[in-house]
């Protein structure tokens, strides 16, 4: 039953709920809902549609309009890699609702569906999300069976307060990768005509090396490129490290069109030169941009087990802000 798919494959029925296939219609009630949920983190419409729009023929994503008595009361999501490219058989199942009194209620009736639909797409774990702070979720979860599986970190940069000394940091940072042999420039600058493919082949094996309990898939080179042109991300806004011809590190800001945080997307090193302080130097050069760009603060979100990058963190001056948790539920075989 895994055939790929933009939107949802069909509609489920549950418990007094309805899961209508999501469509293209929906997005401004989406990101007008997704605001309301967290209104620290409002959603943007160019990059929801953008997402919404891209499907990625190597992936499941299912994306509903969840409705009771008619009402559109709240957003759900199933999505995996295809099966014969996962190495693992986990799916992630999402439902997002209001948070008021019905919170728990609601979603335990929504992942009754959710949990189904996964059993009868032959998913064998699934993972669920919850925030720091949106205790009712996390325990809705728990007693439904799901453990905690990993929590990341989630950070904020305030760009005025910490305007000097990153300045000090980047200027520092630059007479390193001199040291280095190291160039840092931005994709858009690079001449080498293989550069987008070289980028792709660096971030895929590094990648490999974020600590994870759900192993990383693949992802295409099509899937790559549909990333790099979301509405956020731009090339000039998009910061490597070049060591002769090889392409051997990224750091990218995403730029929501208009509303919304600024946050890292990504940052990644080769193995080949860890430790010389490349990911530092990417890393400077993005939050100088922004601080020029007259951006007042980023954020960025990691693994709280990846220590490299929480340790760049601290040392940039981020302070912590409620960070992402994943929880897991291995379905018993019959
Ligand atoms: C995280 C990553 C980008 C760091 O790249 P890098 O080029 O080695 O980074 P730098 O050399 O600039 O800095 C690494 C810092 O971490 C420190 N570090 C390394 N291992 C550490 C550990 N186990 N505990 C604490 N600090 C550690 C280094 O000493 C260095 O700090 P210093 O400059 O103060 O000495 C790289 O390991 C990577 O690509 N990992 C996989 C992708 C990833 O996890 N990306 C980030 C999350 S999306």
């Not at 051997?248 to 730029?255: A, I, K, N, P, R």
């Not at 990644?268 to 302080?277: I, Q, W």
Request: negative net charge.
């Amino acid at each position: 039953m895994s055939t790929p798919s933009g939107f949802a494959r069909a509609t489920l029925r549950g418990n007094g709920l309805t899961f209508r296939p999501a469509t293209l219609d929906d997005v401004p009630w989406a990101v007008a809902f997704t605001t309301a949920r967290d209104p620290s983190e409002p959603g943007n419409e160019a990059q929801m549609r953008h997402w919404w729009q891209s499907a990625d023929p190597e992936r499941v994503d299912e994306r509903w309009i969840i409705e009771e008595g008619g009402e559109s009361i709240g957003y759900g999501y199933f999505g995996h890699p295809l099966w014969a490219r996962s190495p693992m058989r986990a799916a992630r199942l999402l439902a997002w609702f209001p948070r008021d009194a019905r919170r728990p209620d609601r979603l335990g009736r929504a992942f009754d569906a959710l949990e189904s639909h996964a059993v009868s797409d032959d998913a064998l774990v699934f993972t669920a999300n919850s925030l720091e702070g949106f205790d009712d979720e996390y325990e809705t979860l728990v007693a439904r069976g799901y453990r905690e599986d990993r929590r990341s970190k989630s950070w904020e940069l305030d760009l005025i307060a910490n305007r000097a000394s990153l300045e000090a940091m980047t200027a520092t940072a630059r007479e390193r990768m001199k040291a280095e042999g190291i160039e840092i420039t931005t994709v858009d600058s690079v001449p080498d005509p293989n550069k987008w493919r070289k980028l792709h082949e660096m971030i895929e094996a590094s990648v490999q090396d974020i600590p994870t309990t759900v192993p990383h898939t693949p992802e295409s080179f099509e899937s790559f490129m549909r990333w790099m042109s979301s509405p956020g991300l731009h090339a000039d806004r998009l910061w490597v490290a070049r060591e002769g011809q090889a392409i051997v590190g990224v750091s990218v800001l995403e730029y929501p069109p208009g509303v919304g945080n600024v946050w890292t997307d990504y940052t990644g090193t080769s193995r080949s030169v860890r430790g010389r302080g490349v990911a530092r130097a990417l890393k400077c050069e993005t939050v100088a941009q922004a601080i020029a760009l007259d951006v007042t603060h980023v954020r960025t979100n990691n693994d709280g087990e990846n220590k490299p990058i929480l340790h760049l963190n601290e040392e940039m001056g981020y302070h912590r802000i409620p960070g992402h948790i994943q929880l897991l539920k291995t379905v018993a075989v019959a």
